[in-house]
């Protein structure tokens, strides 16, 4: 049976450029960064969980939430192939419950945190509103996209964002959790424009305080799918002198 079940649902992924160096000392045991056309990427992701399952069993009121999560970009040499996944800086979500499970069972970087979302549409487009609360303020993401969705081109800077099947966390100096999560491919919407209002600083710390001024190298949007989380490891590697 499967860990978790779950929905993944229109996906606001901000995308920006980040010196590897910051990384490397969030980056797991036996991982290596994923690079895509000389470029390591950090990403800002909202979405909605809807339809949640832990081990097939709907838990009160943790059904449907949002989720707000900064993540980089890894792969994996093994048995002759790369397997390509992420590893989560801070995930935020609204119910304790949540963080107590991912915490514990998966040694994740999960906050609870008070979050609402809006939807709405204009005659052509649609709008999503994401926020989440911080010692009193209120961070957002804004997106505003057309209302088709296209295929994700097949070496597009979207596949490499969208295309990671497998989680990783760093539990020690010696020791990394691996996860698969699976879904088919996603579709994207053109998004025409966007707004932020986060302390990236105040909630990442200050080796992300970098972004705060930075300029996205993309905003996407995905419709999202059903997904589900699967097959954890334990991954240790001794270091002998």
């Given at each position: ?21 910051v990384?490397?000392k969030?980056?797991?045991?036996g ?14 992701v909202?979405f909605?969980?809807?339809?949640t ?7 009160p ?33 609204p119910k304790?419950?949540i963080?107590?499970?991912a ?47 296209k ?31 699976k ?16 302390d ?14 930075a ?22 590697h001794?270091?002998?002198?």
């Amino acid at each position: 049976m499967s860990f978790l079940n779950a929905q993944w649902k229109n996906l606001a992924l901000i995308n920006y450029e980040i010196n590897p160096q910051v990384l490397e000392k969030y980056l797991p045991v036996g991982t290596e960064l994923d690079i895509w056309k000389g470029k390591c990427y950090v990403s800002l992701v909202g979405f909605l969980f809807k339809e949640t399952k832990v081990l097939g069993i709907k838990i009160p009121f943790h059904v449907d939430f949002e989720e707000i999560n900064l993540r980089f970009y890894v792969k994996r040499f093994e048995n002759g192939e790369w397997k390509r996944g992420v590893v989560f800086i801070k995930e935020i979500v609204p119910k304790k419950a949540i963080t107590f499970i991912a915490n514990s069972l998966y040694n994740e970087h999960y906050e609870t945190r008070k979050m609402r979302h809006a939807n709405t549409e204009t005659e052509n487009t649609k709008i999503f509103n994401y926020q989440w609360k911080v010692n009193g303020k209120w961070n957002t993401i804004r997106l505003e996209t057309q209302k088709e969705f296209k295929e994700i081109e097949i070496d597009s800077e979207a596949e490499f964002i969208t295309e990671h099947y497998f989680g990783y966390t760093k539990y020690n100096e010696n020791t990394t959790f691996e996860y698969e999560v699976k879904h088919p491919r996603w579709q994207q919407a053109a998004v025409k424009d966007f707004m932020l209002k986060v302390d990236f600083g105040q909630n990442y710390g200050n080796d992300f305080a970098v972004l705060q001024n930075a300029v996205p190298v993309s905003v996407l949007f995905a419709k999202g799918s059903k997904i589900k989380v699967e097959n954890k490891k334990t991954l240790r590697h001794e270091y002998q002198l």
